[in-house]
């Protein structure tokens, strides 16, 4: 299913063959945790943007509309008219972040939805059965995800419960793609690596889900409390231990120099909601770096977002106009600003690709890394 194609140093190229799509790596993954993406952006507008996967959240769509209206009406892909492949995160992050009150066991959490206050119980086995119901390419494992710091006991513990329900998951999911109602009968698995920022907890925590013969693993438990520098320390810790046939996830992550550095140490996927929560703020990321287009010297500029830049909102409007657009309060300045930075993603990593291709990644990793994280100052 993942083809790697080509490497230069630990920086990979690759193609991960899905039921619903061919998916070049490194990519970017545009977040729609409700089925649609803030900022009035339809899937329609996904395909000009360059998107090649969609990511959904469990939790947010067990909570509403339901699992079981979405697997009615024909699973999340018919739901939101998205045929390319779709991940559903397992709602994991969401428990251990949005719950005002939860209580854990080795069964999984019972919690306090974050809407309402309506306590709900969820596991590896209600993650992966609202999964099934959804019908995405990739569904994620429930695990324990453990804010940055945190003592090296509750890691340890926290790591090997995550195991327990991997394992779990990977039976459900067995179960659930053969059932003969099942929306997507041969939806893929990936795991979750956890350990905090204790480099022998995650070595060791990889090197046990490894030998469940996943179809990808992800990183996660990081972007949430601890510094970049040992988040990339923690990628090169883990890097070796990760299968090298499987595509690998850093998630909730990021920058553009984020995105730069992981694949620079050996990641394949990203996904971040950075993009299109900055752009709804008129951050935006340019060719030339950081643009805050709320700024007074843009009222009168004639020139667009980025003049390197194809993507709608480029090659029809003025930045003097987009931020008319916020100072007056229309939505058509966010989803104009979302689009745009999604398109910056997609085609970083569209770029990233073909340098990699190329065998000149390290040379464009040099000259773009100090621009993408500096502020225009024109």
Request: net charge neutral; hydrophobic share 40%; charged share 25%.
């Amino acid at each position: 299913m993942f083809i790697l194609l080509k490497k230069e140093n630990l920086a990979r190229r690759g193609r991960f063959t899905t039921p619903h799509g061919v998916i070049e790596t490194p990519v970017f993954m545009n977040v729609g945790t409700s089925a649609a993406i803030k900022g009035a952006v339809g899937t329609d507008d996904l395909k000009q943007i360059k998107c090649q996967v969609e990511l959904s959240n469990t939790y947010h769509l067990h909570v509403r509309p339901g699992d079981d209206v979405i697997k009615e009406l024909g699973g999340l892909r018919k739901f939101f008219n998205w045929y390319g492949p779709v991940l559903t995160d397992s709602g994991g992050f969401q428990v251990f972040s949005l719950a005002v009150l939860r209580k854990i066991s080795d069964e999984g959490v019972l919690f306090a939805s974050h809407m309402d206050g309506k306590r709900i119980f969820m596991g590896p086995k209600e993650s992966m059965k609202i999964q099934s119901n959804l019908g995405s390419t990739i569904a994620m494992a429930f695990d324990e995800c453990v804010a940055n710091p945190a003592e090296y006991s509750y890691a340890k513990s926290a790591c090997e419960r995550t195991t327990r329900w991997l394992k779990i998951c990977k039976e459900e999911l067995a179960k659930n793609n053969a059932l003969p109602d099942a929306v997507n009968p041969e939806q893929m698995l990936f795991g979750i690596n956890q350990g905090c920022t204790y480099a022998d907890l995650r070595k060791d925590h990889m090197k046990s889900i490894s030998e469940l013969d996943l179809d990808g693993y992800a990183i996660g438990g990081l972007a949430v409390g601890e510094t970049v520098e040992e988040m990339y320390s923690i990628i090169e810790e883990v890097e070796p231990f990760m299968p090298e046939d499987k595509p690998r996830y850093l998630m909730g992550v990021g920058t553009p120099v984020n995105i730069l550095e992981a694949v620079r140490r050996g990641v394949d996927f990203f996904d971040c909601v950075m993009p299109s929560r900055n752009a709804r703020h008129g951050n935006l990321f340019t060719s030339k770096g950081l643009l805050n287009l709320n700024n007074n010297k843009y009222e009168r500029d004639p020139r667009p977002i980025d003049e390197n830049c194809d993507c709608p909102a480029c090659r029809n409007f003025s930045r003097a106009y987009i931020r008319h657009l916020f100072k007056a309060r229309e939505l058509l300045a966010m989803r104009l600003c979302v689009l745009h930075n999604l398109y910056f993603y997609n085609t970083l990593t569209e770029k990233i690709r073909a340098a990699l291709d190329e065998g000149k990644f390290e040379e464009f990793f040099k000259s773009h890394v100090d621009i993408l994280g500096a502020r225009v100052d024109d």
